[in-house]
């Protein structure tokens, strides 16, 4: 395997906020250790966010839970330039793509996104001061509105995972988590590795399947609207792809009204939505009672009522 300084790399850091404890399990650490990647120090301690130690801190523009946002260096330094490579395959929040992946850059224990009430108002002190104060009536305000407006799987019970129910208001508080956090991050180029996609819940169920696809764009919104629909499901059904756009992160959420190229000898060529394959990317996203566990979340859209 080659070594990072023949590849012209000088610094090459790794980092997983995650599932840290898995590391040599998995192989990282020998990894790492014979291309001389430098592994970074996952679990933040109070003073390590206090005294700011291999951690940069992020305000929150008109955060909705969050006030502020810690991530690993160097994401927001100064000169850096943000490549967001995520894995096409299937989590409790339908796809796990471009916007999602960059949950894995908050430091821990902020990074706790789908954790439901008790990931924000049963977080550590240390936490506390950084939770917006009106977070609870402001999601709920958000939460019953959506609810009102008759989008699909808000009457789910919802999917158990890892001991935790994620049901449709543990997708509001995760879509409001995900929306702060994507306020604060500036991305130069967002990709989608679907050379194999995997349906499933992300962890332990699921199966690969070859796709044959690698997606990219500088807008991830728009990349994982696109991909949401080439993944067999329905983006307006999304929590996340809505709530994105009623906070003016994104301009839509309607992959048909979004342009799409083939990238041939080296330059985009213009194609149709429908040039591309769809597949059946399943998901554990909000199943209805009786739904199989493993389902697409293709329900008719009208994307001509639901302008936002």
Known sequence: MTGLQEL????????????????????????NERLGVETG??????RHLRDGFETNWAKVPDGVVFRRIPHYAPVGEPGTWLLNIAKWKAHSMCLTQAVKNEQGLVAHPYTSFCGGWRAVLEVPDFVKPDIQPRV???????????????????????SRQRGSLIGPIEQEIWAHKTCDNMSTLTT?????????????????????????????????????????????HEPGNVHLCRIAKERGLTDTFNPWEIPVYEWIDGAAAPRKLTDFPRHAIRTVYLPRQGEAGLHLVNDPFDYDKYKL
């Not at 120090?41 to 109070?46: A, M």
């Not at 709920?140 to 609810?147: A, L």
Request: net charge negative; aromatic share 16%.
């Open 136 to 158: 609870e009536r402001v999601v709920n305000g958000f939460f019953e509105r959506h609810r009102k407006l008759d989008y699909v799987r808000y009457d789910t019970p919802g």
């Open 8 to 31: 012209g790399l000088s610094r090459f850091h790794f980092i997983e906020s995650t599932s840290y404890d898995t590391w040599n399990l998995r192989g990282f650490n020998d990894i």
């Open 41 to 46: 120090e996952p679990q933040r301690r109070p």
């Open 188 to 232: 130069g180029l967002a990709m989608i590795e679907g050379i194999y996609a995997r349906d499933g819940d992300g962890f332990t169920l699921g199966q690969d399947f070859l796709t044959n696809l690698v997606m990219f764009s500088n807008d991830k919104f728009r990349l994982d609207a696109v991909c949401l629909y080439l993944g067999g």
